[in-house]
Structures are given as C-alpha cells and as structure tokens.
C-alpha cells in the first residue's frame, strides 16, 4: 500500500532546507558533541606551529560542513528505503562502539593515575 494513502498529510519531499536544519542542528546544537570537539580540537590545535593553527581550525569546519549537510543529504534522501531492523542494528553496533570507547577511556585514566 501507497505510504501516502496510510498518511496523506506526511509531506515526503526532500528539502535542501530542512537538510541543512537538520545538520547543522546535530552538528552545533548537541552539547556534547561541542563539548568533545572544543576539548579534541583544542589539545589538538596546540601541538600545530602557531602559524597553520587557523588553517587547522578552518579545514575542520569545512570538513564538518561537508560531512554533516552530506550525511544528513544521504539519509532525507534514502530515509524510506531503511528498514526498522536495519536501523535497531545499527544504533547497537554504534552503542557498542561508544561503550567499547568508554572503557578505553576509563583503563587508561585508571592507569595514568
């Protein structure tokens, strides 16, 4: 059955717009997310020469650009095309990666300390 016969008043149009609301929402409106990268790209900003530190700075921003209006593109795009098990998997594997990570994080605070 037609997906727009079950919700006739779903709008399922690709919006360059809400595209990019949508990216830049996850990329500069997640707290953490800009927490992590001041923290990372500030350790990581001060081992350049003070000459290339902007250049640093400004090709991770265009890189974040490209990569979130690209990745939020990709998704709008392909959003029906995603099955409900397909995504439950992959919010796991990610969840398993992070918590992998964290215990990283963890082992080597501990022994540092």
């Known amino acids: 059955m037609d997906k727009a016969l079950i919700n006739p008043k779903k709008d399922n ?3 360059y717009k809400s595209a990019v609301l949508s990216a830049f929402s996850v990329a500069w409106l ?3 997310a800009l927490l992590d990268g001041t923290m990372l790209l500030g350790a990581f900003r001060i081992s350049l020469a003070t000459n290339v530190q902007n250049y640093f ?19 709008s795009v392909l959003k029906d095309r ?7 998997l992959l919010n796991r594997i990610c969840g398993v990666i992070i918590i992998i990570y964290g215990i990283k994080l963890l082992i080597t605070f501990i022994q540092k300390v």
């Not at 995603?82 to 439950?88: A, N, Y």
């Open 30 to 32: 997640n707290p953490q």
């Open 57 to 75: 700075i400004l090709g991770v921003a265009v890189a974040s650009f490209i990569w979130f209006i690209s990745l939020t593109t990709i998704v």
């Open 82 to 88: 995603f099955q409900p098990r397909f995504l439950v």
């Open 13 to 15: 149009r690709f919006s």
